[in-house]
């Protein structure tokens, strides 16, 4: 199955598929131990005191997103 990014209302960024063919670090390169996980839920909103990882503190910040793709001009 592929990797699949979705953007929550308001919410994290849901990573779902075969993430055994995701590699996720940090800025130094240490990887993120996601193994035998089905989905991940990433933070957006910048407030989660588990970053990279949604610790639901978007909903208590009444963090506001856009969702929708923008299409290109021209």
Same mark, same amino acid.
């Given at each position: ?13 849901? #990573? ?18 996601? *193994?035998? %996980? $089905? ?9 989660? #005191? ?18 929708? *793709?923008? %299409? $290109?001009?021209?």
């Amino acid at each position: 199955m592929p990797i699949n990014v979705t953007a929550k209302k308001n919410g994290p960024y849901i #990573v779902s598929g075969d993430l055994s063919q995701l590699a996720l670090t940090d800025p130094e390169g240490n990887k993120y131990d996601i *193994a035998g %996980k $089905q989905a991940i839920a990433l933070c957006r909103c910048g407030g989660s #005191v588990n970053k990279p990882f949604c610790d639901g503190t978007h909903s208590k910040l009444g963090f506001q997103a856009a969702e929708a *793709a923008v %299409k $290109q001009q021209g």
